[in-house]
């Protein structure tokens, strides 16, 4: 039985890998859902065998009466802003004083939800937070384990802390406030409130069912690993089995960089997710070092933001 448990287990987190991260169905929703019960039932009557990262984590456990405070070990920074296309030349002017020399750039989707670290050790995801104010936040964990693609173990057993952007698919968001609707409830206004919502309360068989997903965007912390840019920080943690956004570009100039913004203004009204802007950041990360940060937030990294 335990092997069966095990093979069920890897089989079943493969298929979830494939469609939720890769978007890329292995089998179709009955099989999936099939072997799901099968696991289930086996679990139920050998519990001493359940895996830690079964695929029935995803239902939710029980609520919480409160959520435990987390103390950021590395701070949950904010971003300084760019509204057009003068603010981005003057922060290209300032890193290239900071640096001596003309760094190329990451951009990548702002996505519109909420900011969320993840916490892996050996492998194994234990603890999954908000950003609060920076260097507190709460300790969402149980909410988190429910987002189909955020892994429960990653395909090496490393420790490292990831950031990511939890938000709340337009569709999903369109029929939540159907269902609302329906029961005379109050509205989300948007799907960012609709995703903090979700994983701002305590019962985990809530946000189990709100479709929740996410793009991580950046490695907090990361021992004995040598990489020296931030896109191939992007892919390394795409190959442990993270959800990272393929929209992400690799900019040789500042002038390659307004481009990609320009083309995203129209282009996101076709996106499955709702973002309010673009980030641009320093990709080497050496001179992310050599630049390094006000009190509140990266020299080497700006939001260009969407007018609302
Ligand atoms: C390096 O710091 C950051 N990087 C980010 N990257 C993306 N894509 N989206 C964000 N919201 C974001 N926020 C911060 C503070």
Redesign the pocket.
């Known amino acids: 039985v335990k092997k069966k448990i095990k093979h069920l287990t890897d089989l079943l987190n493969e298929y979830a890998y494939s469609y939720y991260v890769l978007d890329q169905p292995k089998v179709s929703d009955a099989e999936y859902d099939q072997l799901l019960r099968e696991l289930i039932k086996l679990e139920d009557s050998h519990p001493e065998f359940k895996r830690d990262d079964s695929p029935s984590e995803r239902v939710g456990g029980k609520p919480l009466d409160q959520f435990k405070k987390v103390q950021h070990t590395i701070p949950?920074?904010?971003?300084s802003n760019a509204f057009n296309e003068e603010d981005l030349r003057d922060f290209d002017r300032r890193v290239q004083q900071g640096l001596g020399h003309a760094p190329t750039y990451s951009c990548?989707?702002?996505?519109d939800g909420l900011?969320v670290t993840l916490i892996y050790e050996e492998g194994r995801f234990v603890l999954g937070a908000t950003r609060g104010d920076g260097t507190t936040g709460e300790d969402i964990t149980s909410n988190l384990k429910t987002i189909p693609s955020i892994p429960l173990r990653l395909r090496e057993s490393v420790d490292i802390e990831v950031?990511g952007?939890a938000f709340m698919p337009k569709k999903s968001f369109v029929r939540l406030n159907e269902e609302k609707e329906k029961n005379e409830e109050q509205l989300f206004a948007n799907p960012r409130n609709a995703a903090a919502g979700s994983l701002r309360q305590l019962d985990p068989k809530i946000a189990a069912k709100r479709n929740l997903d996410i793009?991580i965007?950046?490695i907090g912390q990361i021992r004995g690993k040598e990489i020296d840019s931030h896109h191939g920080a992007l892919e390394y943690v795409g190959n442990l089995g993270l959800k990272t956004?393929k929209e992400q570009k690799h900019c040789k100039t500042i002038d390659e960089v307004i481009e990609y913004c320009e083309s995203w203004l129209d282009k996101r009204a076709d996106l499955p997710y709702e973002i309010d802007g673009i980030?641009i950041?320093v990709d080497a990360l050496k001179d992310q070092e050599a630049l390094g940060f006000t009190a509140k937030?990266?020299r080497w990294?700006i939001?260009f933001k969407f007018p609302a």
Request: proline share 5%; hydrophobic share 50%; aromatic share 10%.
């Open positions: 949950m920074l904010s971003l990548e989707l702002k996505i900011a950031r952007e793009f965007y950046s956004n980030v950041k937030s990266p990294a939001a």
